[in-house]
């Protein structure tokens, strides 16, 4: 599903996938917005069926 978002006062389109396990942007929207990305490490997403998928 695309939905319309906003990111510093910027539009953007937000791509909304339920079966992915993990997440993108597009690095020219980085460099024009100036925002600055940070590895988070491991983290886990408890799915529907009670599993937790780690990413």
Same mark, same amino acid.
């Given at each position: ?6 990111? /510093? $006062?910027?539009?953007? =389109?937000? *791509?909304? %996938?339920? #079966? ?6 597009? &690095?020219?929207? /980085? $460099?024009?917005?100036? =925002?600055? *990305?940070? %590895?988070? #490490? ?6 529907? &069926?009670?599993? /937790?998928?780690?990413?």
């Amino acid at each position: 599903m695309k939905v319309k978002g906003e990111i /510093v $006062d910027r539009e953007v =389109v937000v *791509l909304i %996938d339920s #079966g992915a396990t993990y997440n993108f942007i597009f &690095t020219q929207v /980085v $460099d024009q917005l100036g =925002v600055k *990305l940070v %590895d988070i #490490g491991c983290y886990g997403v408890m799915m529907g &069926t009670g599993k /937790v998928e780690k990413g």
